[in-house]
């Protein structure tokens, strides 16, 4: 789904509050900021890190694009191999993609343009391929409803040690956190059920080791800590301002958060994880933004002002107000 404010909006929030991404580059490695080279790729809506393909990271447009599945190399840009899944129905939607302990991809087709207007929405799910090449692949449809009725939602993540699958639902005011069943099922139904409150969400990932959730909207994020499927103590993660923020994964290693966004020729931001296993580049003390609270802030990072958050809620009034009238 597409942001609500444009690139123009995001442009013009950055300048008034003199705020740049607090990202790293890693060199000439893997898992660096990169741009998606890839003139198909103009709506790249989830992100999720290759574990058998280093600094390969998997991505897919947002609607209207087909059963497709991206493979794109970090360390170019370039796609490096283009999936196309079978024996589904047609993609209404698709926000989302992660990937689970058993090895397979996990593709949702969760979004709502309409907020709550299907009755069901789709999960689909196909091994990571081996060898990293355009394929076509029967991928396992899974139906998906809510306990409490249709929901708009664009963040979908697998827990990296039960493989359970969440839901992160998208409305007005904030959203839920849905659990599904403990392993889903083809041919009926999957119930996901209401375990938790969030705030505004475009995407969601579990850190590798299932102990963090980080979820993002379109200028913060938050990570908490999850136990047992459930949410606990979170804080502000310093995040970079993008035009059309809608997606965020882990490094395979964990040091690290990716933050991506729609359009075309966009790019996936590095930003170090405090204490995320590899020493912080040299390159990452520039600036950054933060929700709030200052827990990644640290000296010398600029956070959204006042004044920027002013501007922010001012055009989401203009949105909202639009939109009720239409």
């Given amino acids: 789904m597409r942001s609500l404010l444009t690139f123009s909006a995001a ?18 490695g893997a898992d660096r900021t990169f741009t998606i080279e890839d003139p198909r790729i103009t709506e790249s ?23 497709y599945v991206y493979a794109v190399d970090s360390r170019t840009g370039k796609t490096v191999a283009t999936i196309t899944m079978k024996g589904v129905g047609e993609p209404r939607d698709v926000e989302a993609i992660s990937l689970g302990p058993d ?10 343009n309409l907020d709550g207007s299907w009755d069901h929405v789709w999960i689909y799910r196909f091994p990571e391929p081996e060898k990293l090449a355009d394929a076509t692949v029967r991928a396992t449809q899974f139906d998906v409803k809510y306990a409490d009725g249709a929901r708009n939602a664009e963040a979908m993540m697998v827990h990296p040690v039960t493989g359970r699958v ?46 963090e959730l980080v979820l993002r909207s379109y200028f913060s994020a938050r990570r908490y800590a999850f136990d047992k499927g459930r949410l606990g103590a979170d804080h502000a993660v310093s995040v970079p301002l993008q035009g059309q923020a809608e997606s965020v994964t882990y490094t395979a290693d964990g040091s690290a958060m990716m933050f991506g966004s729609e359009g075309e020729r966009s790019e996936v931001l590095r930003v170090d994880v405090e204490g995320g296993g590899k020493a912080a580049s040299p390159n990452s003390g520039g600036g950054g933004t933060s929700s709030g609270d200052g827990d990644d802030g640290g000296p010398g990072k600029s956070t959204v002002t006042g004044g920027a958050v002013a501007v922010v809620v001012a055009v989401l009034a203009v949105f909202m107000a639009k939109r009720r009238r239409g």
């Fill in 166 to 211: 969440y839901i992160a639902s998208k409305r007005e005011g904030g959203g839920g956190l849905y659990e599904g069943p403990e392993k889903l099922t083809a041919g009926g139904t999957n119930v996901f059920r209401p375990v938790g409150e969030v705030p505004w969400v475009t995407d969601g990932a579990f850190s590798p080791d299932g102990k």
């Fill in 103 to 112: 090895g397979n991809l996990y593709v949702g087709d969760i979004g709502d």
């Fill in 11 to 28: 442009a013009a929030l950055l300048f008034l509050t003199g705020a740049t991404p607090a990202v790293a580059d890693e060199g000439d």
């Fill in 45 to 67: 809506s989830g992100l999720a890190a290759s574990r058998i393909h280093p600094g390969v990271y998997w991505t897919h447009n947002d609607s209207e694009d087909g059963p």
